[in-house]
C-alpha cells in the first residue's frame, strides 16, 4: 500500500514544487523562451533536489532541525502573490528574482528564530488561528490553477476524475485518486493531440505550442546525469523585497504549525507536541534559506 501512496505524493509533489518557480521565473521574465530558459531548467532540478533533502532532514531531524513528524517540504505556493508583487516593483529580471532569493534568506533565519521562540509563541497560534491561515492560502490558490486550465475540457476531466475516485470509491482507489486522476489527464491528452491542432494563433498573430500537447522532446534532449548549481542567481540587496517577504515568513510560520497540527490529528489520532512543532518550523526556517543559495523560492 505505501508503495503507490507514495508514488501519488510524489507525482502531486512534482506539481506542487515546480509550479510556484515556473509562475515566478515567468513574472521575472526569465521563463520558458527567454534568453534564461536554461536557468530555469537549473532552478526546477534545484527545487526538487532541496524538497528531498529537506524533507529528510524534517523526518528525521538533525539536533532540534526538524520536527521527526510526515510532513512533504517544498515550494510554498502561499509566496507567490508576495514574489508577484515583488517582481512587478523591481521590474523583474535576474536582478528581481535575486533580490527575492535573498530576502528568503533572510526571511528564513527569521522563522527560524520563531521557532526556537514557538513554546512561548503558541499560545497566539489556536486552531482557529491556524486552520483560518490554512485555508485563506488555498482559496487564494484557486485563481492560480484556475489559470493553468489552458484547456478547459481536459482539465475539468482531471478535476471530475479526482473527485470521482476520492469520494465514490473507497480504499486505495479513494486514497489513489490525484494519482489516477494524472494518468487519466495524460491518456486524455494524448488522445485530444490526435483530434485537435497542436498549435494555435496569438492574438499578435505568433504561432505558438499548446501547453497540454504531450511534447518528449526536452526529455530526450536531457542528460542523464547532472550535476545541481549553488546560487545559481547572484543574492541581490533591496528592503523592497526584504519587507514583505519578512512578513510573509511569519505567516508561513502559523501555516506550518496549522499543517503539521492537522496531520498529526488527522493522521496520527493526536496533537502535535511543542518540539515537534519548534522543530518543524525550524526545518522550514532553515529549509528556506538553503533552498534560496540554491536559487528555489
Known amino acids: 500500500k505505501a508503495v503507490p501512496l507514495g508514488l501519488q505524493h510524489v507525482l502531486a509533489m512534482f506539481v506542487g514544487n515546480l509550479t510556484p518557480i515556473l509562475i ?32 529528510l532532514v524534517q523526518l528525521y531531524a538533525i539536533g532540534p532541525v526538524g ?18 508583487s515583488v ?26 528564530v520563531l521557532g526556537f521562540l514557538l513554546k512561548p509563541l503558541r499560545r497566539f497560534f489556536p486552531a482557529v488561528v491556524t486552520g483560518t491561515v ?33 469520494h465514490g470509491t473507497k480504499g486505495m482507489t479513494s486514497a489513489s485518486s490525484i494519482l489516477i486522476g494524472i494518468i487519466a489527464g495524460y491518456i486524455a491528452s494524448a488522445v485530444m493531440g490526435l483530434f485537435l491542432s497542436p498549435t494555435g494563433i496569438t492574438a499578435d498573430g505568433v504561432e505558438y505550442t499548446k501547453a497540454w ?32 517577504v519578512l512578513i510573509m ?10 499543517d503539521i497540527s492537522g496531520v498529526m490529528e488527522g493522521g496520527m489520532g493526536r496533537e502535535a507536541t511543542d518540539s515537534e512543532l519548534s522543530g518543524g518550523v525550524i526545518c522550514d526556517g532553515l529549509g528556506s534559506s538553503f533552498a534560496a543559495l540554491f536559487g528555489v523560492l
Not at 513528524?69 to 507567490?80: A, K, L, N
Not at 542528460?223 to 542567481?233: E, G, N, Q, R, T
Open 24 to 55: 515566478i521565473t515567468g513574472a521575472c521574465g526569465i521563463g520558458a523562451g527567454s534568453e534564461f530558459a536554461e536557468l530555469q531548467v537549473d532552478l526546477l532540478q534545484n527545487a526538487m533536489l532541496v524538497a528531498g533533502i529537506v524533507t
Open 134 to 166: 490554512v485555508l485563506s492560502i488555498g482559496l487564494s490558490l484557486v485563481s492560480v490553477g484556475v489559470g493553468s486550465f489552458e484547456n478547459l475540457a481536459l482539465g475539468a476531466l482531471v478535476t471530475v476524475v479526482i473527485i470521482a475516485f476520492k
Open 213 to 244: 500537447v504531450l511534447n518528449w522532446d526536452k526529455v530526450a534532449e536531457a542528460s542523464w546525469f547532472s550535476i545541481p548549481k549553488l546560487m545559481p542567481v547572484p543574492l541581490v540587496f533591496d528592503l523592497r523585497a526584504i519587507v514583505p
Open 87 to 112: 517582481a512587478k516593483v523591481m521590474g523583474g529580471g535576474i536582478a528581481g528574482y535575486g533580490a527575492i532569493m535573498l530576502a528568503s534568506v533572510l526571511g528564513g533565519l527569521f522563522e527560524t
Open 249 to 258: 515568513f511569519i505567516v508561513t510560520a502559523v501555516e506550518t504549525v496549522g
Open 67 to 84: 520536527g521527526k513528524v510526515p510532513i512533504i517540504m517544498g515550494t510554498s505556493s502561499g509566496f507567490i502573490g508576495v514574489f508577484n
